[in-house]
C-alpha cells in the first residue's frame, strides 16, 4: 500500500510540473487564469476525467483523449513484448554464459550484449532494418522484417507478429544486455556458496548447476534492475514507435516537438504535457510490477512486511 500511494504522489507530483511549469514560464498563453487554480484545474481533469486537452495541430483539432485511446495498445504491446524478451533473452543469455566461463562463445555474446547496451536503439534499428528490412536490406527477410505492417492482434495475427517481432528485440535488447551481464556475473559469484558447492560435491553436472541453483539467486536483483530501468525502456518505445512506424501515442513526440517532417516546426504543448503523463503512468506501473516482483521472489522481504504489518 505504500508503494501505491506513492505511485500516485509520484503521478500527481508529474501533472503538477507538466502543467505548472508551462504556465511560469509562457503566462501570456493563459492570459485571465490565476496560476495555482489553473493548474489544478488542469491537474484534476487530467488525472480525474482523463481530458488531455486538445491538439490544434490537425484538422479540427481533436482531443488528446481519442488519439491516446487510439494509441494505447500498440504501446502496450510494445512495451510488455519489449519486457519479456529483454527480461527472457537476458536470463537465458547470462544462465549460458555463466555455464561456460571464459569461452569464447560466451566472450563473444558478451560483447554482442555490451554492443546493444551502450548503442542507442535508434542505430540498432537503422542498422537492422539496412540489413534485413525489404527491399533495401542486404539479406532480405520479407516476413519478419516488415515494419509497415502493423495491424491490431485481433484482426490479423500474423500481420501484428511480423510487423512488431523486430520493435521488440530493439526495446529489449539494451535491458536484455544489461540482464545478461548482471546474471552471469552474480551466477558466478554464487557458485562459492555452501549450496551451490554441496549440488556440485553431489555430482551434479556445471551447466545444471548454474542453471538450477546459482542462476535463481540472480532474480531478485533483476528484478530491481529491471525497476530501475523503467524509464529507459519508456525512451526506447519513443524512438521505436517512430522507426519502425508503430501506431501508438508515443509517435506523436517528434510531431509535437515540433521536428516531424512534412509538419509545421511549432510545439505542440498539450500532446508533450499528455505524452509526459502517459510516459509517467507506464514507469510507475514496471515499478510496481518489479516491488511486486521482488516481493514474490525474496522470501526475507515478504518476512519483513508481514512482521511489520
Request: hydrophobic fraction near 50%; aromatic fraction near 12%.
Amino acid at each position: 500500500m505504500r508503494r501505491v500511494l506513492f505511485a500516485a504522489l509520484t503521478l500527481i507530483l508529474t501533472a503538477l510540473f507538466a502543467y505548472g511549469l508551462i504556465r511560469v514560464l509562457r503566462p501570456e498563453l493563459y492570459e485571465g487564469q490565476g496560476l495555482s487554480h489553473g493548474v489544478w484545474h488542469d491537474v484534476t481533469r487530467a488525472l480525474l476525467h482523463l481530458d488531455l486537452g486538445r491538439s490544434c495541430m490537425f484538422f479540427g483539432c481533436p482531443p488528446l483523449k481519442r488519439m491516446w485511446l487510439d494509441g494505447i495498445w500498440a504501446d502496450l504491446f510494445l512495451l510488455a513484448g519489449g519486457v519479456v524478451a529483454g527480461l527472457g533473452l537476458g536470463l537465458l543469455g547470462g544462465t549460458w554464459c555463466a555455464a561456460r566461463p571464459r569461452s569464447r562463445a560466451a566472450r563473444g555474446m558478451e560483447a554482442l550484449a555490451m554492443v546493444f547496451y551502450c548503442s542507442p536503439v535508434y542505430v540498432i534499428g537503422f542498422g537492422v532494418l539496412l540489413l534485413f528490412a525489404p527491399p533495401f536490406g542486404l539479406i532480405q527477410l520479407p516476413y519478419f522484417f516488415d515494419p509497415h505492417s502493423y495491424a491490431p492482434p485481433l484482426e490479423d495475427p500474423w500481420a501484428f507478429l511480423r510487423s512488431m517481432i523486430l520493435p521488440w528485440l530493439v526495446v529489449g535488447a539494451p535491458l536484455g544486455a544489461a540482464v545478461l551481464r548482471l546474471t552471469q556475473t552474480l551466477s558466478i559469484e554464487t557458485m562459492g556458496d555452501d549450496y551451490v558447492r554441496t549440488a556440485r560435491a553431489k555430482g551434479v553436472p556445471h551447466a545444471q548447476v548454474v542453471r538450477r541453483h546459482a542462476a535463481p539467486a540472480t532474480y531478485v536483483s533483476t528484478a530491481s534492475l529491471f525497476g530501475a530501468s523503467a524509464p529507459f525502456m519508456v525512451t526506447n518505445m519513443v524512438l521505436v514507435e517512430y522507426v519502425f512506424a508503430i501506431p501508438g501515442f508515443f509517435r506523436h513526440t517528434r510531431r509535437a516537438l515540433g521536428q516531424a517532417p512534412g509538419w509545421p516546426p511549432t510545439i505542440d504543448i498539450p500532446t508533450l504535457q499528455a505524452l509526459a503523463l502517459w510516459a509517467s503512468v507506464l514507469i510507475v506501473a514496471l515499478g510496481l510490477l518489479a516491488d511486486l516482483a521482488i516481493v514474490r521472489l525474496d522470501p526475507r522481504v515478504r518476512a519483513s512486511g508481514s512482521f511489520l504489518g
